[in-house]
């Protein structure tokens, strides 16, 4: 007689790998999030919004459309977004409603009223690309996501000042602790007040694993010692490149970098210290609405290569 045939069981299908996490500002970038600009609902929002002039739809268009291709030529994988509805003017910074862990996506509150509809904006997007919500910042905290940034990849260096209150930093410590991620609260100035944004990464874009830009005059002493212990070298910013940006670099790999076209110093003092600078246009989408490169992206997955 015939032995039966012992049929193998079936193999289980292998997840298919994440694409998204990565606790780092300056490995490979391989996917990111951008938002195409917004039109104007009554043409008059730039008031309320703090621009020092009013919106150029067609010119911001033709800049975040260059924009765009500079990162396709870089990024495996650029997801755009948008437009949002009119009058959301600002949801162009796509690094500020919410942030990427190894556990997934975060939904922030932000600090300015003017930008509270724009979660709802990343929690779709999310839904759509399929990347789980880890967590959610309530009221009465408020987390911007220019406040935070990966110290390492078990350090997540959070900014206190008028957009990132203390509440919302106490959510953010319990969201990420089971991640094994402490929270490091750095104290920011009052500088201009609270109708300036003034964001943790206004002052410093690490670009390496131990390298940053910084713009050290409005630095905390405690957080610059803190760089120092963990041995990060600094390339300054100067005075005169600050408010148009200089300080505001986007890591597209390790020492390969973007920034707002215009910062020469600050350009030079990188390649120095290694870099590969790429620059874009940015008169619109970056300098009248004073928010950079790392501002325009929500970067969804980094590693290495």
């Excluded at 990343?122 to 967590?135: K, M, N, V």
């Excluded at 940053?212 to 803190?226: D, N, R, S, T």
Aim: aromatic letters at 6%; proline letters at 8%; hydrophobic letters at 40%.
């Amino acid at each position: 007689m015939t032995a039966p045939t012992t049929l193998a069981p079936n193999p289980t299908p292998a997840a298919p790998p994440r694409r998204y996490g990565g606790h780092s500002m300056s490995a490979t970038l391989r996917s990111v999030l951008v938002r195409k600009p917004a039109p104007p609902a009554t043409g008059d929002e730039w008031r309320a919004l703090g621009y020092p002039r009013p919106a150029d739809h067609a010119l911001a268009e033709r800049q975040h459309a260059a924009f765009r291709a500079i990162l396709r030529a870089e990024v495996d994988e650029v997801i755009e977004a948008g437009p949002d509805g009119p009058g959301h003017l600002d949801a162009i910074f796509a690094y500020d409603p919410s942030f990427v862990t190894d556990g997934g996506a975060i939904l922030l509150r932000m600090g300015k009223d003017l930008r509270l509809d724009e979660t709802a904006f990343h929690a779709r997007d999310y839904d759509r690309l399929g990347i789980p919500i880890r967590g959610r910042i309530e009221d009465p905290g408020t987390v911007d996501g220019g406040d935070c940034f990966w110290l390492d990849a078990r350090t997540l260096a959070v900014g206190r000042g008028y957009r990132t209150n203390a509440a919302g930093i106490a959510q953010l410590r319990a969201i990420v602790g089971d991640l094994g991620v402490d929270v490091l609260e750095v104290a920011l100035p009052h500088w201009r007040g609270p109708g300036e944004c003034l964001h943790l990464m206004s002052l410093i874009s690490p670009v390496a694993a131990d390298l940053a830009v910084v713009y050290p005059p409005l630095l905390a002493v405690g957080f610059v010692e803190e760089l120092r212990s963990r041995n990060w070298r600094m390339v300054e910013v100067p005075d005169a490149e600050f408010d148009t940006l200089g300080c505001n670099v986007l890591a597209l790999a390790p020492g390969r970098c973007l920034m707002a076209a215009g910062n020469s110093v600050t350009q030079g003092r990188l390649e120095t210290a290694g870099c590969t600078v790429l620059t874009y246009e940015g008169s619109e989408i970056s300098l009248n609405r004073a928010g950079g490169p790392t501002c325009l992206t929500r970067p969804l997955w980094r590693a290495e290569e």
